[in-house]
């Protein structure tokens, strides 16, 4: 399990893409290869009910993060086939539109410690990878507590600041434009 | 190292209280005898810059922690004697009345898996204990990026809440007094 | 893994019941109980496209094999939310009424061997327990060779008569009614 | 034990040939030479009942999966000696043309899975290796349940039929000549 | 493996019984309690040319053999049902009235060092166990070279005097009724 | 422990050779280089009251197995210095010609497994090497049962002569001239 | 742990400067380049009571070590930060010009057994370590008992006078000038 | 090794006493029965040249410590029988009158980590053991440098006023009489 | 390998016994239940040529030693059939007494020491075990040369003078009557 | 521990040598190199009583024994500094000129099998090594039986009589000037 501060070692999944509505794979070496940065947002499974309100939020800010230069990948441990059928069959899916990654095998979420052995299923977990391919933040809530995609900005925002302006630091509730 | 979902086992530390201005201990189990929950809130180390301002955010906040139940330590490897003196003469930590936990041998913050081997500090990590004693929530960031309080006291609420509503869950952004 | 000629041993699993449109469990034990047989039906995913052609030729035998004390559970490694989704918009599974088992640990497809350790699937496999809890026959298909629900319906009968007749033998193609 | 989907490793085998009534040898890696299918199928005993039906059956398709280009091996843990004895003395074996296997160590008995430890004997157990020398079918019925041989010129067909359109699949019951 | 000299641990094997055309089992253990001597005379395979003048041989001295309280088996590793087909095709085994044990498994061949598992055939050994279940003679031959049943007439009747003199010693080339 | 069937690794002996009467020495090395075959003859010990028997028995046919290019070596755990002694003061030895092996570190006896650690002394034990170094033949008596050196002698001339004509066997009793 | 005689394998630490008032790191190599000796002088911890007379002592005499080729650096647990504070705080420690080494992992006080694995403090120990990096003085105190500092110049005197006349020794009480 | 702060084993020695010139033994637990210190005084050897020096002085301070409480026993790694001889030929030691510890075997000397196992002789090292059979306070030097008694004394006071006074703390070149 | 010094653990051998022309068994236990003092004195073979000086050379002491109370048994690895041989044939031998003791297994020869692995043969060793079975007195020389009986007197006078005059000591040459 | 037979892997050690009254160190090494014989004559203690007879009576052999070609050492655990001091004060030893030997760490003992674990000293031990570094005779004599010094000279005459002569044999008692 990486810890926050360790080199993620590389890994690859399979990802149903609904920009395109096509299956695809995303692999975290390209990724790092364009200098971005990575937000794996793993939750439970589709077509249940806490979690397209968490997916639909982060939908909202999908472009303010990728301009900002993050992708953003939903990651549960069900299959590609099945992230098609709920993202177009879900009303609250509809504006989705970040790679939603298929992981049956559990291999991923076991490498951030949020497999559960018991279900099968992963645990609520947003994880920030830096163009460096560093963890650099984690957030596990367990089961039904939501997060929230504003404080989620908020932290890429302090975090982009701080990799250009290494000696600073962003204190306690930073906001952009701040000074730190 | 315990993982959310996980029941924590006992622990106990030496604190410097500022409400007494004396030491004392605290322990978990103590504190899960009072049904009460706990936050445990890593900084790297005092008489340094970031951390008073976390510090004192979360400071602003205690009083409203404490009306729902909620125990807050913060925790970093540096010595109650050490506490002591920063909490006097610092003047952003004047507020500060949460008990300052010395984890000088890094028991408690390898526990949680937030102790640098290298720096013999502790990352920036915040731990949600429910009164079961089992470990529902943290979040860890990478050495400057500052925490926000106000979140915290969101997602303290959302657990409450879900604590006493079993069957429901709380979606994204949920606030206190919306509907699950 | 469970080899022809040795005991299973029991084991729980969610299961999606289209017959009363509910989530519940079934386990091997309950089964055996009643002193029925168990034929657990594997197949890769749901939401792809072989799959359902067999579970609707399988349904079309369903009740005859109910008649003979023969329980059926179909596998795989979606969860029961995703059976529950795919049985109620793919209308090639409108006629089947057997329970829907969710494997998203993989470790039922483990015990039988057919699980994929790649890609987190199960393989095309077919097994038969008796009222012993014995297994006493398997079929396994590589990935896009589909199975024959009337050849299963035929074993089953040896299987039976043989049961209470346990001198004699099933010759090669035998059908009931022929002498063995 | 080699499972479905794994590459069989090369094994030899003494047989009695029927056909030019005379003692030699088979090699997997010869059979994959020639790009042909191989069909193991394994029974019990020499010199007992239910067996020389299954044989008697297999033989009659001889012809038609040689055509398809499938060799059939029968196997059972007795000498060669035993089989030719066998072959030349029990009428319902008169047809019998396939070359019969020795497998008095048990060797390759265990490396399918079917020798029983207790009895030195081989369970009935049919297994297809295709022309990459993977397993794609395996089959085993505990003692005394016979196996249909239509049921396995149907799998062959479909096999063959998957290799040349691999982008298809076969569906239930599937039977040459409909299309997947 | 045993050596002369040492205990026997019991084994119990199936047999073809040609004096009442029957399967059966016999046990080391029941020999024993009986007080008789047992002799197991190994060879390779049922239907072959050596074979068959070894036994005849054997089968000669039976009845005197039987008559000094020495139960005699032949063992191969073939099964009760070849032996009673090669027993009754034969016809230089038409005397043979001796069990004809059966030891697919090779478990009682291993137990006298005879085990060949390149071939999973028996070599040609004699081993003659006394009433008290201790190893008292062992012969072994490679392949083709037959045994010779009058030797080991005359080898009984030295373990059988001497057994009820203990004090005296059967010198080279002793018979019976010569002084020791 | 050799058993038949394996090859047997070199090994030298201290002997008494009472063809010369002097001390010597031989190995299994320098037997197989002239292509003969080697009989080592085991027994317990000199001094003792069965055991020349034997001997002198065997040594009425050394001269003929010389011819048949066999060596015959007697091996007890004695001393070449016992030998020398015993030959020359018991009347029964005094045809004895071969060379009498010492082996009182009981390594050549342990190979042949006739060492008996109890009493340090070898078990009456017979084994033929042929010239390629492989164990062909063992006979082991359990003390007190003399040895035939007649049934040696025709065991001797059915081996060599199966070695010149590998394709045939001899039966049980064969006698040279016989044919096969 | 380095016991006396041993050599000290290289270590770095940072260092609070009082002489320059700024952070640094100092490391045994380059002492040992300068062909200086090395006090180590630890003590339990920052803002207690016993510890800062220790240290003015010490204080004292640091002028006079130096001249005479001694680098001292006293060593707590706590961080470079909190020495800093701790320097200009206390009034008892304005004359302290020596370097304050901060060891928060606790590996250079393991590396001369004085950690205390309970509190994670370190024990009031003292070590010398001439120019080779041989370890050539130990003194260790169970808490509470303070050093005496003029002990230990008239220890390095003695030390250094040996170093140059290494046929000598200083008896017990030896003071510079006596002659040995 | 034992480290101070920790409870030392028991341990037994054979003396030579000086005051009344005969052999005797001494071991831990007598002392600790009489809540006495135990001071260990090791050195390198009888018969040499510093070593005198350093036991005269401790001689002239013995009487002293002992009111206080405190039994001295030196040690070398020569029997009782050197020391006897030694103490009675060498004029600087006619003062000495504590027991001489004999260590031949290097047990206690190791046990205490001055043990030279290259030249079988022990280090210059004192140990101070409390009454409760804690190891308090150690002093090592390198070979040459002699021990200063007075600073003992000095340190014993210390130790033996906090025994009494726990919760003070004697400063640097603490002085019975002065207040801590 | 037992040394001088230690218990030595109960032993049991075979001998010939000259005095009674018979076979029996001598064991340690038996003598030392006597109060009787054993001396073992190995050699390396029988019928060889500075062995029987040295026999001889002992039995002329026998009587004296016996009515000291000291049993002598001389052992080699011959058989007990050998030695009876031997003393019966060698006139040097012609005094001997003392039981002549049987170690063909080695196990007597290799619990002193003197067992030569690659010969199988006893170096010469003089063994003294006093009458509470402790080993006090070792000798061995390699190879050829002798023993001096005399010698071995002398030192078993001074250790049965010693025994019951414990507190003395027999200086070196000490002979019976001599002061000590 | 070396046996007899052995080869002595070299050693060195320190020495008083009376003869020049100087310390200095032998080694097997260079003794070899002379082609000289090595006694080591080993005791318990200096300054006790029985040791000193046993060096004088070996003193007045050891001009004798040097003209042979042999070195004698003594050696006790002791070190030199107190041979040196008993050598030069107790009279008995005054004729004492061969190097007396320190093993204060008890390697040298281990080495031959004298060291005693319990009390650090030596047994009574003599050893021959011969010009090849072999031992070739050992006498151990448990606590007080002092040892003969002719008899030492005797042995040393036979082994240096039959390293000339290989083919002889020094019977018992054998003396110089005897024919063997």
């Not at 993202?87 to 951030?112: H, Q, W, Y």
């Not at 302090?158 to 701040?178: F, R, T, V």
């Amino acid at each position: 399990m990486i810890r926050v501060g360790q080199k993620v070692p590389n890994f690859e999944m399979e990802v149903y893409n609904p920009a395109t509505n096509s299956f695809g794979k995303i692999s975290l070496e390209d990724i790092l290869k364009e200098r971005r940065w990575l937000v794996l947002f793993f939750y439970p499974a589709d077509f249940t009910f806490v979690c397209p309100t968490e997916l639909a939020d982060l939908a909202e800010h999908y472009e303010e993060l990728k301009k900002m230069g993050v992708e953003v990948v939903s990651v549960s441990t069900d299959t590609k086939y099945v992230h098609l059928a709920w993202r177009n069959t879900e009303k609250l899916l509809e504006k989705v539109m970040f790679p939603m990654g298929a992981d049956p095998t559990g291999k991923i979420s076991r490498m951030f410690g949020v497999y559960d052995e018991e279900t099968g299923l992963a645990l609520r977990g947003t994880f920030i990878i830096n163009p460096d391919g560093v963890l650099v933040g984690s957030e596990v809530n367990f089961y039904n507590v939501g997060r929230n995609a504003e404080e989620l900005v908020r932290k890429m925002k302090a975090n982009i600041y701080l990799m250009s302006h290494p000696d600073e630091a962003c204190p306690a509730k930073w906001q952009e434009g701040q000074k730190t």
